[in-house]
């Protein structure tokens, strides 16, 4: 069984995006940018990552098949719950698999 097909999951990558309002604020929120399958792994209290950075923690782990466009800061979305990316790796550096770290909290 490959990865591949163990991605069943569809998820929705959303980016944040500033607009101006008229009194001259700054109104930020998410927008979709695309959708791309995935397979989620929970990240275990024990296997949780700091990364060396007290405000960054790791909950959940996507793989994803090929590169599709997700950057640190981007939000995904699955189920009506969201996770928020942390750490992007090109794990095999040939752009067959993507993994993404993320936090989960509320939207």
């Given at each position: 069984m490959s990865l591949t097909s163990l991605c069943d999951k569809l998820v929705t990558i959303e980016r944040m995006s500033e607009t101006g309002d008229a009194w001259g604020g700054i109104t930020e929120s998410y927008a979709s940018v695309g959708t791309a399958k995935a397979r989620i792994y929970p990240v275990s209290g024990s296997d949780a990552v700091i990364h060396g950075r007290p405000d960054m923690r790791i909950t959940h782990r996507f793989?994803?098949?090929g590169t599709p466009d997700i950057k640190a800061d981007d939000r995904l979305l699955y189920n009506l719950r969201y996770f928020y990316v942390q750490v992007v790796r090109n794990i095999d550096e040939q752009g067959k698999f993507l993994t993404v770290d993320c936090e989960?909290?509320?939207?």
């Open positions: 793989y994803f098949p989960e909290r509320d939207g």
